[in-house]
């Protein structure tokens, strides 16, 4: 995390290290955040424990329905209520009051921890001691300023449906090999499956910024700054006959337009060799987040960092050799 935050320490990656880095034993992490946003977007600033409740089960029984695995242990109170809900065997009177009771004792007391410590802000105060609930701190308000706020829901989404597709396969599958396919992360080995879109689930770990130029860029299909997925070695590669996984998430970048389809923007060229190393540095943000992508990228391109970072410059002097030709120059 400590790399993650360098030379870019700011509220939305104070925040996306939690949603990225911070260790999951259940979902609840992921149900919280998304609370926390649309608590926040409703100006509400003191929350009580069943003003949490109802968007916190409604998110839990939403990807309940999706992947019914929503946790490591075989069982939970909590998580059986909502499936009784689902199920239309309890009301939401009850449900509410369950999750007061039994969803709540953990996930507050370590939203902020990441690594085993606690991050140096936080984005709500525990008031439960006094009687109350959570008090929504000033953080929190002020990253509702930021442009990137708009990309955070999709990324605590995406990251929610990934955990989850891990739990449902088990992390140490060989099927756990993602590719993209259109606008979606796909697991491509196995069986498909869709998981999720690939915009939302690559934008944190570039931090909401263009790969090349460091702009600002969106994941919101409605925005004007709605990034293109780039094959950072060009897929173009694939027509010289080598056999290579370039579909894989460790060649895949968020860019900015102009960057990727603009007049002097990168299109189907190599990128500048300097370009390499914030490939690699990128990936390993991969690594530190755990499952899946994790997984994915042990199984594509080597299971230690010195195997990883030979592979991708291998790869890189292999496109220059058989495109730079006829691409034309680096940019």
């Known amino acids: 995390m400590s790399t993650f935050l360098a030379y870019d320490v700011s509220l939305e990656n104070y925040w996306r290290s939690v949603i990225l880095f911070g260790q999951n034993v259940a979902s609840y992490k992921f149900a919280l955040a998304k609370s926390l946003i649309e608590l926040s977007d409703a100006g509400t600033t003191s929350i009580t424990l069943e003003q949490l409740a109802e968007p916190f089960s409604r998110n839990i029984v939403e990807h309940l329905n999706i992947a019914p695995k929503q946790a490591t242990s075989p069982s939970s109170r909590f998580l059986e209520s909502c499936k009784r809900f689902a199920a239309g065997e309890v009301g939401k009177d009850e449900l509410i009051g369950q999750t007061v009771k039994q969803a709540f004792d953990e996930v507050i007391d370590r939203f902020h921890i990441v690594n085993r410590d606690e991050i140096p802000v936080r984005f ?28 955070l829901p999709h990324e605590v989404e995406a ?25 979606s992360l ?27 130029c460091f702009d600002d860029i969106a994941i919101d299909n409605t925005s004007p700054r709605l ?58 943000f991969f690594i530190g987040s755990h499952h899946p992508l994790r997984e994915t990228l042990l199984a594509q391109i080597g299971a230690t960092r010195q195997q990883r970072t030979a592979y991708l410059k291998a790869v890189y002097q292999s496109s220059r050799e058989m495109l730079i030709q006829h691409l034309g120059a680096e940019v």
Not at 159 to 183: C, F, K, Y
Not at 275 to 282: F, G, H, I, Y
Request: net charge positive.
């Open 186 to 212: 796909v697991l491509s080995k196995d069986r498909r499956k869709a998981l999720t879109g690939c915009r939302d689930a690559l934008n944190g770990y570039q931090k909401g910024k263009c790969f090349y």
């Open 227 to 284: 990034a293109d997925v780039d094959h950072f070695v060009p897929r173009m590669m694939l027509q010289t006959g080598i056999t290579l996984p370039l579909d894989g998430v460790w060649n895949l970048v968020l860019a900015c337009r102009l960057c990727n389809r603009g007049v002097d923007g990168k299109s189907s060229r190599i990128p500048h060799p300097r370009l390499l190393e914030r490939l690699d540095t990128r990936n390993e």
């Open 159 to 183: 990251r929610w449906r990934l955990v989850e597709t891990a739990w449902e396969l088990g992390v140490n599958r060989a099927a756990l090999v993602i590719g993209v396919e259109g606008d």
């Open 124 to 151: 709500y105060r525990d008031d439960r001691k006094t009687g109350g609930g959570i008090t929504l701190t000033d953080n929190l308000l002020r990253l509702t300023e930021r442009i990137q706020y708009g990309n």
